[in-house]
């Protein structure tokens, strides 16, 4: 099976900006949660998806938004960017059944300038 | 209460040594603790994970204890080698909930 794939790989935007990643889960899964990740703060938990609805959400400012399509693919947008949303953006899937096991994809990495 | 405390944020070891990086929980409902390694570039990747109705899992040359009355939980590497070198995440959920991870530990092996 195909892993989580993520695109783009990279991208650089300035402040103010808004930008989309998108993620593609392992088929078969239902669930795609996304995660923050910085130096300083480290993992942090941004929204999970479920057949295409919102099942958690982390503490992120409402700049921070996501949706799930019926082909469980997932987006993440951000909105007037900030210099600290600079990180790597990570995509995980799970089957979404249960205590699942996430795999991670490689990572969207933002700079904002 | 749904903190997941890691330590130590780095570690040292010779080949073949014993790499042991621990965590500590707070919220007893969580009942999945995953450690992930993650190399640079790459996104985190599983390794090995436990369930609290056991108090050890071992996976070639890892192991984890779970002691579920300290609330902790410990990654044991065996025979640590070079290619080890990464940063480990220990994690903790609840079903269907969010991964809370630790902070990470660095772990660098030198032959």
């Known amino acids: 099976k195909a892993g989580v794939t993520q695109t783009p790989r990279y991208l650089i935007k300035t402040r103010g900006q808004q930008v989309t990643l998108s993620c593609s889960p392992i088929s078969g899964h239902r669930s795609v949660s996304w995660y923050q990740q910085t130096p300083g703060q480290g993992l942090q938990f941004l929204f999970e998806y479920f057949s295409e609805t919102q099942r958690n959400k982390g503490n992120f400012p409402g700049r921070f938004s996501g949706r799930q399509f019926s082909n469980s693919r997932s987006e993440m947008n951000v909105s007037t960017l900030e210099l600290g949303d600079s990180a790597l953006y990570l995509c995980a899937s799970s089957p979404g059944t249960g205590i699942d096991t996430q795999y991670f994809g490689p990572g969207t990495r933002l700079t904002v300038l | 209460q749904q903190q997941v405390k890691q330590s130590p944020q780095s570690l040292i070891v010779q080949k073949g040594g014993i790499s042991i990086i621990n965590c500590a929980y707070e919220n007893t409902a969580f009942d999945y603790f995953p450690w992930y390694q993650q190399f640079p570039g790459k996104g985190p990747a599983l390794l090995i994970a436990?369930?609290?109705?056991?108090s050890e899992k071992k996976e070639g040359r890892f192991t984890i204890s779970f002691n579920k009355s300290a609330k902790q939980f410990s990654l044991h590497i065996m025979d640590s080698q070079p290619g080890d070198s990464a940063t480990y995440f220990c994690?903790?959920?609840?079903?269907?909930?969010?991964?809370?991870f630790g902070t990470g530990t660095r772990l660098q092996v030198f032959p």
């Open positions: 436990i369930r609290p109705d056991v």
């Open positions: 994690a903790a959920s609840k079903k269907t909930d969010k991964l809370i």
